[in-house]
Nanobody
Framework: VQLQACGGGLVQAGGSLRLSCAAS????????MAWFRQAPGKEREFVAA????????KYADSVKGRFTISRDNVKNMVYLQMNSLKPENTAVYYC???????????????WGQGTQVTVSS
């Protein structure tokens, strides 16, 4: 499975961005999908995940109520809607695919290339 993330950019604090991740080369609907992020000098961290059917979603506590993960199994896309962005959300955001929802990034088999999100104060 190949994953291509896009939608990052520069936004002011309080603003919104929608990240997209396009999947190809595999059976997208059979994979759980997730977003992780890595800020400069920090370890990669879990942001959100969604089950293959879209019926189960999980979020990091720091983004609950502000970020929403969703997927379209017809278009082979997964999205991350990010609202009320904060400067501490600045990071490279990665999409990942795996067999089931996991909070540990090492459990995901496929990764996209990342998209930069910068939130200015």
């Amino acid at each position: 499975v190949q994953l291509q993330a896009c939608g990052g950019g520069l936004v002011q604090a309080g603003g919104s961005l929608r990240l997209s991740c396009a999947a190809s080369g595999g059976t997208f609907s059979s994979y759980a999908m997730a977003w992780f992020r890595q800020a400069p000098g920090k370890e990669r961290e879990f942001v959100a995940a969604i089950s293959w059917s879209g019926t189960i979603t999980k979020y990091a506590d720091s983004v609950k109520g502000r970020f929403t993960i969703s997927r379209d199994n017809v278009k082979n896309m997964v999205y991350l809607q990010m609202n009320s962005l904060k400067p501490e959300n600045t990071a490279v955001y990665y999409c990942a695919a795996g067999g089931k929802i996991e909070f540990d990034g090492s459990k995901y088999r496929y990764w996209g290339q990342g998209t930069q999100v910068t939130v200015s104060s």
